[in-house]
Structures are given as structure tokens and as C-alpha cells.
Nanobody
Framework: QVQLVESGGGLVQPGGSLRLSCAAPGSIFSIYAMGWYRQAPGKQRDLVAA???????NYAHSVKGRFTISRDNAKNTVYLQMNSLKPEDTAVYYC?????????WGKGTLVTVSS
């Protein structure tokens, strides 16, 4: 069973920063694009950021300039650096590994932005 394991969520004040991490099996990480999605209460799960094996990235418009996705191929880990956090960034953040319609998901980590 493929496991993606997220960490780094928590409570942060508006304007603060958090870094999420997601560790994946090497067999997945080496060939799959990796991404972060989020789901707020009562809303659908949406893409936040994604990165290909070659390092190309794309971001949701709402997080451009504030969030940065990166991957460490030696550690089979993908990161999401989140700066200038806003209350509307509050959600459960899910790590995803996707290739050709096949998707693997982590269990999610909660990020709460509140004063």
C-alpha cells in the first residue's frame, strides 16, 4: 500500500508562515508529479500547487507569490512553504502523487490561520 505522509500543519496567526512536508516512497516520487491540494469545510478539494519531476511548477492564483512548492529528490520529499498566510488559507492540506490518471493521497494535515 502506497503511503504519502504529510507533516507540518498547525495553528498560525494571519501573516505567519508554515512549511508542510510530504514523504513518499521512492518508486512514486521518482516518476510522479507531486502536488498539494486543500479542502476547506463544505468546499471541494482544490489544487494549491504542483511540481513535476523536472521541477516545473504551477500554482493556484490565490496563492501565487505567497506559497512555494519544492522537492528534494534525495529525500523523496515535497515541501510547501506558505508565507503571508490568510484566514482563507485554513483547510486540510493533502499531498498528492499523480501520473496518467493514477493518484495517491496522504491523509491530510490541518492548517488553521487565526488570531
Amino acid at each position: 500500500q502506497v503511503q504519502l505522509v504529510e507533516s507540518g500543519g498547525g495553528l498560525v496567526q494571519p501573516g505567519g508562515s508554515l512549511r508542510l512536508s510530504c514523504a513518499a516512497p521512492g518508486s512514486i516520487f521518482s516518476i510522479y508529479a507531486m502536488g498539494w491540494y486543500r479542502q476547506a469545510p463544505g468546499k471541494q478539494r482544490d489544487l494549491v500547487a504542483a511540481i513535476t519531476t523536472g521541477g516545473s511548477t504551477n500554482y493556484a492564483h490565490s496563492v501565487k507569490g505567497r506559497f512555494t512548492i519544492s522537492r528534494d529528490n534525495a529525500k523523496n520529499t515535497v515541501y510547501l512553504q506558505m508565507n503571508s498566510l490568510k484566514p482563507e488559507d485554513t483547510a486540510v492540506y493533502y499531498c498528492n502523487g499523480g501520473l496518467g490518471g493514477i493518484n495517491y493521497w496522504g491523509k491530510g494535515t490541518l492548517v488553521t490561520v487565526s488570531s
